[in-house]
């Protein structure tokens, strides 16, 4: 039996998915894990990027952070946090995966209120608003379409890669891909595909809802125009 053959038996078998430690717990503790780091990130990152995107300053200050934080490995993190008060576990992984996640969110919340209506802003400027009004009412509605997009690319970047977790003891389905490489090859092989099957597949899953989602929340006129650029650009690549 070739290891695809092995990798199928293994996730048909129920006692893999209902067994302690088995697919289902590991699947609880991946989106918990992926959960914790995104909601983290967001509480970071959304409200500097709209404060810097409302100010128009700080643009250069939010490459220079997407860009060191996307330099920096999701692995080396998870081996320097657990030596720090975080210890091993769950803790240092939503931690990491959260600076992770931290680039898209922070470039896209700066962004969506840059990319506002100057014109709405400069209406609600004149009516009186005052400047975290403006925020709140007219650059923050406009900017949600750019909100989910980072949100989206944060949530489906953390959800494969905490698969990693299971190197400082974190758990999640990557637990089922070191287990797989703890027994021979012959035997662990269909293991260790299964369970990258499962990381993949919850990834697919995630971009599926999350684009719907973002579609949703995406006004119609956006939409278009997107659909529009996207075929400039197109045509423009196809004839360079």
């Known amino acids: 039996m070739n290891p695809v053959e092995q990798a199928v038996v293994w996730l048909n078998d129920p006692l893999n998915w209902t067994n302690p430690g088995g697919i289902l717990e590991r699947l609880g503790e991946h989106l918990s894990m992926s959960a914790l780091a995104v909601l983290l990130g967001c509480l970071v990152a959304w409200p500097i990027g709209l404060w810097l995107g409302h100010t128009g300053r700080g643009g250069g200050l939010v490459l220079l952070v997407s860009n060191v934080t996307l330099a920096v490995p999701t692995l080396a ?3 320097i946090l657990p030596l720090t008060f975080l210890g091993f576990g769950r803790s240092a992984v939503v931690v990491a995966l959260a600076v992770f996640a931290v680039p898209p969110l922070l470039a896209n ?12 802003r400069d209406a609600a400027r004149g009516m009186g608003l005052s400047g975290g009004q403006v925020l709140r009412r007219v650059e923050l509605p406009l900017a949600v379409p750019y909100l989910a997009a980072g949100f989206r690319t944060a949530a489906v970047q953390v959800v494969a890669t905490a698969a990693l977790a299971s190197f ?19 035997a662990g092989g269909g293991q260790i595909i299964a369970g990258g099957v499962l990381v993949a597949g919850l990834a697919l899953l995630v971009e599926g809802v999350l684009a719907l989602v973002e579609r949703l929340v995406t006004p119609r006129p956006l939409r278009r125009a997107r659909r529009a650029a996207n075929r400039r650009a197109t045509a423009a690549t196809a004839g360079a």
């Not at 840059?114 to 709405?120: F, K, L, S």
């Not at 758990?171 to 012959?186: C, S, T």
């Open 77 to 79: 993190l998870l081996t």
């Open 168 to 186: 400082v003891n974190g758990g999640g389905l990557g637990q089922i891909i070191r287990a797989g490489f703890g027994l021979d090859i012959a």
């Open 109 to 120: 919340a700066y962004t969506g209120v840059r990319q506002a209506d100057p014109e709405a």
